[in-house]
Structures are given as C-alpha cells and as structure tokens.
C-alpha cells in the first residue's frame, strides 16, 4: 500500500505539449504511471507520443478527466499560469469526481497567487493539493509504480518508509540514505519549499499514520516558517510510528532567502537550531548530517522493535 | 507609490548631492524637514555614520531632523558618501549614496504598522501597535500583547470592519479613526496589486491635523511576481545589492556570499543548505550558498566555478551533485572545463550520486584533474574540511 497514489492512479497532465511537461511524462510514463491524457489549451484533440502509447490532448481539465477517468494531474506550465491551472484542476475534480489529487511542479509562482490558490482549494476539501515548487509523489511498486513528479524513480525501491520533504534533491538524499540500510519507500512525497503550499507535513504524517504498510517516517524540513514545528507538536499525541528527522539550513545566516522562497530566517524565526530542538522534544530521532539519516532510521527501527540490531 | 494608492505620505524630493538637498530644502518651502539616508535597510534612525576610509564616526543616527538650511547642509554632506551601520547592516555598514528630504510632520503620535504574507495561516497579516518609531522585534518580544493582528485574504481585501477593529485596538477615535480604515483599506489594495511581500510603516503617525501619515516605510516586493510588473526594474537600484548575487541570478544561478573559505557548488537549495551544514559540521565554514538548479548546463557551471573562484578566502571546493534531470557525467565533463578555464588551484572534492553518477567519476578520475572522489556527503564534507587542514579533532 502506499498513500493517496498507487499503480492503478490515472493521471493527467497539464502542460502536456510543453518541453517540460512531454519529457517527464514521457519518464513517467517508462516509469510505470499510467499517464491518461493532457492538457494543453488550444491543443484539444492532438495525441502525445509517450512509451508505448499516445494520449489524447484536451483543451480543458472538465473533458479530461471525463474523457479519461483520470483521478490526478500533474502541472507543468510557467509559473504565470500555474495559479489559473491549479484553480481549474481542483474545480474540475471537484465537480466531476468529488475529489481528486494535483502535484504542481512548477517553481516561481508568485507567492499572493498561491494565497489565493490555497483559499480557493480550502473550499473544496475533496481535493488536496501537493507542492508548488516540489519534485512530486512516487510509490515504488514491485516493478517501477506510479511516479508523478520530476525526481529519478530508478533511485526508489518498495518499502516500509515513508519519506515527507521540502526539498528536492535533498529527498532523493533522504531516499538513497533508506536504500543504504536496505529499507525501501511506501511513498515519497515532496511539498516543496515555498512559503504558502498545498499538502503540509501533518497531512503526510497523518496519512503515513494510516497507513498500514508505512512502518516509519523520515521527515525533511528546512529554515523558515514553522511547520516543522507544528507537525512535530501534532506528532507527539497522534503519531505511533518511528520517526526520523533532519533540517536543513544550520548554517544560512538570518535574512538571506536560500534558494526556496520560504527558506528564510526571518526576525530571529525560523531557525534549524528550533526546528531540531522542537524534534527531539518530541521525540523524533534526529540527523545532523544527511548522510547520517540511514544510521538514524535504523536506530528508530531497532527501538521500536521493526528490525533486529 | 503609496502617494498613487492614496495613502498620504510627506512632501519629499530623492537627492544623491548636498546640492540637491539644498535646493529641495528651499522648494519644500517647510522650515523643518527630515533628512533620510537611503539604503536597503532597516534600524536606520538608530544607526550610526562613519568614515569608510578612517572608520571615524561622522554622525549619529542616520534620519535627522534639520531645523535650518545650515542644518541641512550639514546632515547631508556627513550622511552622503558615509558608511551607515545599522542593527540590520552588520558592522560592515552600508554606503549611502541616496537621500530623501522631506517636510517635516506635525506628530500628535507615532504607531507601527505592518502588512505581509502570514505562512502559518496561508493569509494576509495586518499587524499594528502603538508602539511606533522604535525596535519593533524588541516590542515583540517584550511586550506580544502591545502588537495587534488583523488576517484577511487577498481577494476580499480589508474590510471596514477588520480596519476598524485594528483602529480601536490603536486607541483611534472619531476622525482619526475614519482617517487609519481608509488608509488601511489602500494600504492593503496597494499590497495585493503591486505584489508586495511586506510593507513595513514606522512610524505612522496621527498628524495634528488629525490623519493618518506614513511617515517612513520599507516595501518589499515578491521576486516570483516580477513578470506582472516591468515597472520594478525602473526602481531597482542594483548598487544597493550584492553585484555577485546579482551576477549569479543571470545566469541562472541561486547564490549567497558567507564569510567562510570553502566553495560549494550543488544540485538544490535544501541539499546546498545540508552541505553547507555538514562543511561546518566537519569545522569547516562555507563561503557560499550555491544552487545551480535542475537546468544547469555546462555554460551555468563553468560560471558557477568562476564566481566561487573569485571570492579571495576561497581555499577548497566541495561540488555535491545527486543526479536526477542532470547527469553526473555531464557535471563532470564541465567540472574539467570549468578548471581548465579558471586555473583552479584549490583543493576539490566532488561527490556524486544518482543518474551516471559512475560514469561521472569514472570521466573526474581519468582526467589529469587532482580531484577527490566520494560517494557520500559526509566523506565529501570531511575530505574537504581535511584538504585544507581544518579538521575538528
């Protein structure tokens, strides 16, 4: 099992016929994705040339997904037509499935859009949101799984861990670090590192908690905000499982944006120093180096008695 | 801009030369004025000027109150061409090659007020507190209860009742309270249509006449909205900005200059941070934050290597790639080019993983480059802090 995707998740993209949207379906799709259709307005009724098959092209998200049945979409456009994409998406999902999943890759959304988008999908709770500015979800399967998103799937392996992040390739450190002491990953899900974002990380560990196959958790924050904070506040009375910790960013000095629009020390707040220490507060087993995660999820795992010393 | 959104603000002319100030003084026509240093900054009433060259202090405090033309002439030939250290600055300071005269204000009384981007309720933040014209962290930290919060969406905007309950919370009465929702209310449109990501006013003063002024301001806008307006670019002013993170933004590049001695090139903002994290960890300290992004190519690299380069401190490089998008291989090839160009004569230590990570050391370790190659962040944060001797026991 893993969370909210899984082999037989049908997927959409939009921003299909663009560099970026043809080449990572087409990844997606060697992956394993089962890669429906897309989306590219004034594009309706091209086809799309991916691994064994081609998919249809729509002019609007509504005659997608009731084309195509799908359940989730993947975004890919410039950053000035992220927010309007989003917005379609969850409308379409919204009134056609009662629900549906949107991973919004792009990076550069301006951050009052993203108000905006958030307000908007807070409407409609049948529909979450993952990202902006963020590699994506995977769930390995036996052989490749559903992959929606940017990151490297050969990387990935079924597991037991679940994997939460803000960042990138900093996930992929997190992932290579659970292979390294031979535990593989339910899903992977990255939220990205933008100030105002869709799917936080009390939602992942909330659905990590439920479920079954997940048996422990490596979380991924960085500088600025608090959320990490607030999820290790809510881990402490309604997470059971072994969780695994590491921020990013001890060492940026304050008021300096480190490349994520939300990894930002600002007026003394957000610190990693506040962020490990709220962790361990909690409970979690911290990394201080990223190349210490697996040493640590393994100690995690030991103790809760998931694996043998 | 604010003059435009129709919240009143002082006379004032922007001047660069004690001349300008001058002549501003004389068309101001108002016989006190505010004499401002200009810098991209906060803390600078309580700031101090000082002699670049001797490190004399020249004046203190770096907004003035001129009460004659003589006066003017004075703050501003001490302000101009001096070095303004401020909370905010750090103790190397900041030039100030910019003025802003203004009339001078009738204050009954001085308030702060604050709008931003809330991110733990995804909305807008309207913060207010009647402690204006001081250190508002320290009020926050002292005294929480003193700052007043209002939250409101972007697409309502602030309505008369939220401005209204902010009004009260400041002790604003009858026209004087009329006058700050007004105000409010623009304030709040001018954040949502120009993009702003804050708008700090301190103070904000109730005149004697009764209204609301914003008497000194700092906006910031969101860099991610920058295609919505052109217009930004005509207010820019670069010299007030780093030149080599400005540099590196062109070619793609998301860089940030520290004080330490150890170069960093990597793939990602939050694995850039870690490995930052681990050179100090293995006590060493970074000079930079670099992040060459997923569409890094040969061309952005060999940059990447040259901006590293050119920061004298630099005495080591760690370049941490965890191929996804980008192939190890092809960082590798660049990493050859790039050192060929830039006569690299520091130690370098390259880690690779993820797509063609062998391939990619495999082409670092048959090149005649003296190269070290690791496969994890913590060997790459050691062998680099060991290089250059800086190992902690």
């Given at each position: 099992m893993s969370i909210w995707i899984n082999e037989e998740t049908k997927v959409l993209v939009q921003g299909i016929t663009g560099s970026q949207g043809t080449f990572h379906s087409t990844r997606m799709v060697e992956y394993g994705?089962?890669?429906v259709g897309g989306v590219t307005p004034g594009k309706g009724g091209s086809t799309v040339t991916l691994p064994g098959r081609d998919v249809p092209v729509f002019d609007s998200m509504s005659e997608a997904i009731s084309d195509t049945g799908a359940t989730a979409s993947v975004i890919y456009v410039p950053a000035r037509f992220a927010a309007p994409a989003i917005i379609e998406a969850a409308d379409a999902f919204h009134e056609i499935n009662g629900g549906g999943l949107i991973i919004c890759i792009t990076e550069g959304i301006p951050t009052l859009d993203m108000v905006r988008v958030v307000a908007h999908i807070e409407q409609k709770d049948d529909v979450r949101l993952i990202g902006p500015n963020c590699p994506g979800i995977i769930s390995p399967g036996e052989e490749g799984g559903c992959k929606i998103g940017i990151?490297?799937?050969?990387?990935h392996s079924k597991g037991r861990i679940g994997i939460i992040s803000k960042s990138g390739t900093l996930t992929y450190e997190a992932v290579a670090q659970t292979m390294s002491v031979g535990e593989g990953q339910t899903t992977c899900v990255g939220?990205?590192?933008?100030?105002v974002n869709g799917t936080g990380f009390i939602d992942c560990l909330a659905a990590f908690e439920d479920d079954p196959d997940t048996e422990a958790v490596v979380m991924i924050g960085e500088i600025g905000g608090t959320a990490e904070e607030e999820a290790a506040e809510w881990a402490k009375s309604n997470f059971s499982k072994p969780l695994v910790g590491f921020v990013a960013g001890a060492t940026a000095p304050p008021g300096k944006r480190m490349g994520h629009a939300g990894a930002i020390i600002s007026g003394g707040k957000g610190t990693a120093e506040e962020k490990f220490a709220a962790f361990e507060e909690a409970g979690i087993h911290i990394a201080?180096?990223?190349?210490?995660i697996g040493d640590a999820l393994l100690e995690a795992l030991v103790e809760a008695g998931l694996r043998e010393p | 801009m604010f003059r435009e959104s129709g919240v009143r603000v002082q006379q004032g002319e922007h001047c660069t030369t004690v001349e300008q100030a001058l002549s501003a003084y004389d068309s101001l026509g108002s016989e006190i004025v505010a004499v401002k240093s200009q810098i991209h900054a906060g803390g600078r009433g309580k700031g101090n000027l000082y002699c670049p060259n001797s490190g004399d202090l020249i004046l203190e405090g770096g907004v003035k109150v001129a009460f004659s033309r003589e006066e003017v002439e004075e703050y501003a030939s001490k302000i101009l061409g001096h070095k303004l250290v401020t909370k905010q600055t750090g103790p190397s300071g900041k030039m100030v090659s910019n003025l802003y005269v203004e009339s001078g204000c009738d204050i009954a009384h001085e308030f702060y007020l604050a709008l931003l981007i809330d991110r733990e309720t995804e909305s807008l933040l309207m913060m207010g507190s009647t402690e204006g014209g001081v250190d508002i962290e320290e009020v926050a930290e002292k005294t929480p209860e003193a700052i007043h919060k209002e939250w409101f969406q972007p697409s309502m905007g602030l309505d008369e009742e939220k401005a209204g309950s902010m009004a009260d919370s400041l002790g604003l009465k009858g026209p004087s309270r009329d006058s700050f929702v007004e105000m409010a209310g623009r304030l709040a449109s001018m954040f949502v249509d120009k993009d702003c990501s804050m708008i700090e006013i301190n103070p904000l003063v109730l005149s004697g006449d009764g209204t609301m002024v914003a008497l000194d301001a700092k906006v910031s806008f969101d860099d991610n909205a920058s295609f919505r307006h052109p217009w930004w670019h005509e207010i820019r002013d670069i010299s007030e900005e780093s030149e080599v993170e400005v540099r590196a933004h062109e070619q793609g590049l998301s860089y940030v200059d520290l004080d330490g001695n150890i170069g960093c090139l990597v793939n990602g903002a939050g694995l850039a941070m870690a490995t930052m994290d681990v050179i100090k960890m293995y006590g060493g300290e970074p000079a930079n934050f670099l992040d060459i992004g997923g569409g890094a190519d040969s061309e952005s690299i060999t940059a990447a290597f040259g901006i590293i380069l050119?920061?004298?401190?630099?005495?080591g490089i760690l370049v941490n790639i965890f191929g996804g998008i980008i192939r190890c291989d092809m960082v590798a090839r660049s990493i050859i080019e790039a050192s060929k160009e830039t006569g690299l004569e520091v130690p370098l230590v390259v880690r690779f993983s993820g797509t063609n990570h062998e391939e990619g050391r495999i082409v670092l370790d048959e090149s005649d480059l003296d190269v070290v190659t690791v496969s994890t962040l913590g060997a790459a944060g050691e062998a680099i802090v060991g290089a250059i001797g800086g190992l902690l026991e």
């Amino acid at each position: 099992m893993s969370i909210w995707i899984n082999e037989e998740t049908k997927v959409l993209v939009q921003g299909i016929t663009g560099s970026q949207g043809t080449f990572h379906s087409t990844r997606m799709v060697e992956y394993g994705t089962d890669i429906v259709g897309g989306v590219t307005p004034g594009k309706g009724g091209s086809t799309v040339t991916l691994p064994g098959r081609d998919v249809p092209v729509f002019d609007s998200m509504s005659e997608a997904i009731s084309d195509t049945g799908a359940t989730a979409s993947v975004i890919y456009v410039p950053a000035r037509f992220a927010a309007p994409a989003i917005i379609e998406a969850a409308d379409a999902f919204h009134e056609i499935n009662g629900g549906g999943l949107i991973i919004c890759i792009t990076e550069g959304i301006p951050t009052l859009d993203m108000v905006r988008v958030v307000a908007h999908i807070e409407q409609k709770d049948d529909v979450r949101l993952i990202g902006p500015n963020c590699p994506g979800i995977i769930s390995p399967g036996e052989e490749g799984g559903c992959k929606i998103g940017i990151m490297p799937g050969y990387i990935h392996s079924k597991g037991r861990i679940g994997i939460i992040s803000k960042s990138g390739t900093l996930t992929y450190e997190a992932v290579a670090q659970t292979m390294s002491v031979g535990e593989g990953q339910t899903t992977c899900v990255g939220i990205g590192g933008d100030p105002v974002n869709g799917t936080g990380f009390i939602d992942c560990l909330a659905a990590f908690e439920d479920d079954p196959d997940t048996e422990a958790v490596v979380m991924i924050g960085e500088i600025g905000g608090t959320a990490e904070e607030e999820a290790a506040e809510w881990a402490k009375s309604n997470f059971s499982k072994p969780l695994v910790g590491f921020v990013a960013g001890a060492t940026a000095p304050p008021g300096k944006r480190m490349g994520h629009a939300g990894a930002i020390i600002s007026g003394g707040k957000g610190t990693a120093e506040e962020k490990f220490a709220a962790f361990e507060e909690a409970g979690i087993h911290i990394a201080r180096d990223p190349s210490k995660i697996g040493d640590a999820l393994l100690e995690a795992l030991v103790e809760a008695g998931l694996r043998e010393p | 801009m604010f003059r435009e959104s129709g919240v009143r603000v002082q006379q004032g002319e922007h001047c660069t030369t004690v001349e300008q100030a001058l002549s501003a003084y004389d068309s101001l026509g108002s016989e006190i004025v505010a004499v401002k240093s200009q810098i991209h900054a906060g803390g600078r009433g309580k700031g101090n000027l000082y002699c670049p060259n001797s490190g004399d202090l020249i004046l203190e405090g770096g907004v003035k109150v001129a009460f004659s033309r003589e006066e003017v002439e004075e703050y501003a030939s001490k302000i101009l061409g001096h070095k303004l250290v401020t909370k905010q600055t750090g103790p190397s300071g900041k030039m100030v090659s910019n003025l802003y005269v203004e009339s001078g204000c009738d204050i009954a009384h001085e308030f702060y007020l604050a709008l931003l981007i809330d991110r733990e309720t995804e909305s807008l933040l309207m913060m207010g507190s009647t402690e204006g014209g001081v250190d508002i962290e320290e009020v926050a930290e002292k005294t929480p209860e003193a700052i007043h919060k209002e939250w409101f969406q972007p697409s309502m905007g602030l309505d008369e009742e939220k401005a209204g309950s902010m009004a009260d919370s400041l002790g604003l009465k009858g026209p004087s309270r009329d006058s700050f929702v007004e105000m409010a209310g623009r304030l709040a449109s001018m954040f949502v249509d120009k993009d702003c990501s804050m708008i700090e006013i301190n103070p904000l003063v109730l005149s004697g006449d009764g209204t609301m002024v914003a008497l000194d301001a700092k906006v910031s806008f969101d860099d991610n909205a920058s295609f919505r307006h052109p217009w930004w670019h005509e207010i820019r002013d670069i010299s007030e900005e780093s030149e080599v993170e400005v540099r590196a933004h062109e070619q793609g590049l998301s860089y940030v200059d520290l004080d330490g001695n150890i170069g960093c090139l990597v793939n990602g903002a939050g694995l850039a941070m870690a490995t930052m994290d681990v050179i100090k960890m293995y006590g060493g300290e970074p000079a930079n934050f670099l992040d060459i992004g997923g569409g890094a190519d040969s061309e952005s690299i060999t940059a990447a290597f040259g901006i590293i380069l050119e920061d004298p401190s630099i005495e080591g490089i760690l370049v941490n790639i965890f191929g996804g998008i980008i192939r190890c291989d092809m960082v590798a090839r660049s990493i050859i080019e790039a050192s060929k160009e830039t006569g690299l004569e520091v130690p370098l230590v390259v880690r690779f993983s993820g797509t063609n990570h062998e391939e990619g050391r495999i082409v670092l370790d048959e090149s005649d480059l003296d190269v070290v190659t690791v496969s994890t962040l913590g060997a790459a944060g050691e062998a680099i802090v060991g290089a250059i001797g800086g190992l902690l026991e």
